[in-house]
């Protein structure tokens, strides 16, 4: 059986890896949401697609494994890494009531990485990434988490700060953080990552707060150790410093 | 100015961004640890480079801005990501001792990330990374990170698990996370990612404690919700599932 599920990175552009390009030049037929099936090149037009809309995994899975077991190359694709986040773990679910199936994870970057690499290195230190959306987790399970992490020390990255019917997410998961850290803590936001519209600002948790993010944005708050050098946030790796 | 830091993701081969490619192209002067140059491919052999030793970070960084300020094209590459650990951080200090620089961060496949596509999907719920060197991190904090995050119900991703000088930190954090999880948590080693001899194997958090790390190690350990499905290690997103 030939089942891969492909990383495309922030927007599948050029921030594919080279091994995600050949799992996508080699299947038979593409799997995925359609808008992650668009961000694919010219490249691919010609390729047997399949596309499933947003919340509707569990039936994107089983086709996939479906046409997997009748022979087709398939490759089930992600925006980032699929393992963040991503289709990897409900595929290895799934698979199971088909009676298993050997999959092929290709890891790709994550907004995590992406968005730092445009604010600058916010994640040079420890850091959590923790998911605002409560479709999957209660509430006071993600406020439990933040609050943990921020009061370890750790830089944060948060995912799926807001979306159309849960727009105040970040602000409520930043008056968690704001009992464990300062209101001038150095945050970051990137949106629209690797895609047309890429932007990205720095502002303190306290304008944090105020802030409007959607689906596509990425969240960075610092550690207390975090730093704003110009324009860009720097977490240094450590506290001291060789030569 | 032309200063650009790169990530060559795990093993600088088929990992490699196609950003990252036309980076290594595109500069005159290649320069990192000589471990980590020497992953790239025959087509940079041609390359000038600047290799360095390892703790010698901030003179790598120092001869970069140096080169670049000269007016050469300088690539600084890093393994996996140049955000998680690597050098983005200390290059934008160390520039800022010449009066800043723009520098230009391509992100790639951390460790967490391709270490995660060989285990299965153990990132596939909120999770913190956390270094176990304690190098430029006291121990005692390190500790307090991860009874933070295993309290929390976070996956933990563990880099720098062990090296010569301490072979016992990976021992330590387990009777750590013991404390908040119990002995058959399901973990996950992945070895060499990317690199001649690459390989990955399950265990119980209890068997994690005696178990061999070195610096090529990256480690996993599921949260209560990690489910070890044959030979795969899943986190699977959340809660509830929809039809």
């Not at 050997?102 to 994550?110: D, F, H, L, Y």
């Not at 953080?177 to 890429?198: F, H, S």
């Not at 990425?218 to 324009?231: A, D």
Request: with cysteine; proline share 5%.
């Amino acid at each position: 059986m030939n089942l891969t599920v492909v990383g495309l990175g922030p927007g599948g552009g050029e921030d594919l890896t080279l091994r995600a390009v050949r799992a996508l030049e080699e299947c038979d037929l593409l799997v995925g949401y359609g808008p992650y099936l668009a961000l694919l090149g010219e490249e691919f037009a010609h390729k047997e697609k399949l596309a499933t809309g947003m919340r509707r995994e569990v039936e994107r899975c089983r086709a996939a494994v479906e046409a997997a077991m009748d022979g087709k190359r398939v490759a089930v694709v992600c925006s980032g890494d699929p393992g963040v986040y991503g289709m990897a773990g409900l595929l290895y679910e799934v698979a199971r009531e088909y009676g298993g199936a050997e999959i092929t994870v290709i890891p790709g970057v994550t907004a995590a990485c992406s968005g730092a690499a445009l604010l600058g290195a916010p994640l040079g230190a420890d850091f959590a990434v923790i998911s605002l959306s409560d479709l999957l987790t209660p509430w006071g399970e993600i406020e439990k988490r933040l609050e943990a992490a921020a009061g370890a020390g750790l830089v944060i990255c948060l995912y799926n700060p807001a979306s159309r019917g849960r727009p105040d997410h970040l602000r409520l998961a930043c008056e968690v953080l704001l009992r464990r850290l300062p209101g001038e803590t150095v945050c970051g936001m990137a949106k629209n990552i690797g895609r047309p519209g890429e932007s990205c600002r720095l502002l303190t948790l306290e304008e944090l707060k105020q802030a409007q993010a959607d689906m596509t944005t990425t969240v960075f708050v610092g550690s207390p150790r975090t730093l704003r050098l110009g324009e860009k946030m720097v977490t240094p790796r450590g506290y001291r410093r060789e030569g």
